[in-house]
Each structure stands twice: as C-alpha cells, then as structure tokens.
Nanobody
Framework: QVQLVESGGGLVQAGGSLGLSCAASGHTFSRYAMGWFRQAQGKEREFVAG????????YYASSVKGRFTISRDNAKNAVYLQMNSLKPEDTAVYYCAADSSPPGGSYYSDRTYDSWGQGTQVTVSS
C-alpha cells in the first residue's frame, strides 16, 4: 500500500477557488489509479474525481464536472484537485485514494481503492 497525505484544504467563500494536493510515498506511484472522494457531515462518502495511471483519462461526478479538475504528476508522486466556482454544498472532508489493483475497477466506487489519506477539510461559506 501507498501512504497518502492531503493538503490545501481551508475556508473559502462561495464562488472562490481552492487547490488540494495529495502526496504519495514510494517509488511506484505511476502504477496507481487515483481518486478524490468527499464526505460531508452526516452523509456518506461520495466520489468526486478519478484519474488513470498515466493521467490521460479523468472521471468526474456530475456535481463537480466543469468546476473541478483532477491532475497528477508522476515525477512528483502527487495528485491534485483544482476546485473552482465552489458552492456551500462542496463543504466536506476531502480524501485522496489510491488503487493498486490491475486496471478495470470502477473509479466511481470507493471499494476500488485500497489506500486512503487522512482527509482535509474544505469549507465553503455562503
């Protein structure tokens, strides 16, 4: 498993932007598909965005498509989530996750991922 550490969360006004980073340990980062999930208070964890091993394919929840962008830098062992036009309903703890299994799993399911970060809080005020 890979160790993941998120950073970049904070408080932002509605309509603002925030960028999250996730740093991964180890030397085989390019072998992991990566995802971002979030969990709002009192709600279940939900998929936000996913990216394949090369970074050539990305996937988004309909609620964030067009506003959020996932990217990765395999040389830096990092994955990013740029969040624009933030809304109060984006308030949640955001987690990055890594999938070490062979390609074919669903990016949208948290069961696909076998390593998780500790999460970073994002709060969007109205």
């Amino acid at each position: 498993q890979v160790q993941l550490v998120e950073s970049g969360g904070g408080l932002v006004q509605a309509g603002g932007s925030l960028g999250l980073s996730c740093a991964a340990s180890g030397h085989t980062f390019s072998r992991y598909a990566m995802g971002w999930f979030r969990q709002a208070q009192g709600k279940e964890r939900e998929f936000v965005a996913g990216i394949n091993r090369s970074g050539g394919s990305t996937y988004y929840a309909s609620s964030v498509k067009g506003r959020f962008t996932i990217s990765r830098d395999n040389a830096k062992n990092a994955v990013y989530l740029q969040m624009n036009s933030l809304k109060p309903e984006d308030t949640a703890v955001y987690y990055c996750a890594a999938d070490s299994s062979p390609p074919g799993g669903s990016y949208y399911s948290d069961r696909t991922y076998d390593s998780w970060g500790q999460g970073t809080q994002v709060t969007v005020s109205s």
